[in-house]
């Protein structure tokens, strides 16, 4: 019986030529350990660990055109009964790629323009007037664009109006 190959996430020079031919996945999962588990499209596993005290993944996704796995990394939180999404980890081209924007819970997230780049929303857990949303380039992790949008809350419960980027609208519409 052929067992797939199993390799980690930062592995080396073996995994560059699979990634250079465009490496594709089948599947992704979370494991009982909270590690992210991807199969790739030719059966091999990769695993991406949890990262200092992070306690687990969130259930991941998958790009369109799945060169790309995506899932929030859940840490533990003073304030809260529960963990916060506090990175993006993004698992794509051989490499391990963690997003923490400006230190806010990552609530809402998706990839954009065929997984080559991702949109997130953060906010504080509770009582926040305004989400930040960031669009990053995956492979350089560059910021190509932000936006503060403005939300109802205690203190401002009529905020102004503000024209979101589109796909700032974009993230929005798929978090409904």
């Not at 991807?38 to 998958?62: C, M, R, W, Y």
């Not at 809402?108 to 305004?130: I, L, M």
């Amino acid at each position: 019986m052929l067992l797939p190959t199993v390799s980690s996430a930062q592995s080396g020079n073996s995994r560059q030529t699979r990634t250079q031919r465009g490496e594709t996945y089948q599947s992704a999962a979370v494991d009982a350990s909270g590690r992210l588990v991807i199969t790739t499209s030719d059966h091999n596993t990769i695993i991406v660990p949890k990262e200092g005290e992070q306690t687990s993944f969130a259930e991941p996704i998958l790009s369109s055109d799945r060169t790309a796995v995506g899932a929030q990394a859940q840490f533990p939180n003073c304030c809260t009964s529960y963990d916060l999404p506090l990175q993006l980890v993004i698992y794509a081209n051989g490499k391990t790629y963690r997003f923490r924007g400006i230190g806010l819970p990552i609530f809402q997230w998706h990839f954009a323009d065929g997984g080559t780049r991702v949109a997130f929303g953060q906010e504080p857990a509770h009582f926040g007037c305004s989400i930040h949303y960031e669009l990053r380039d995956i492979r350089t992790e560059r910021l190509i664009d932000s936006a503060d949008i403005p939300q109802p809350c205690g203190q401002t419960p009529n905020p102004p109006a503000v024209k979101a980027p589109e796909w700032v609208t974009d993230l929005i519409a798929r978090a409904r």
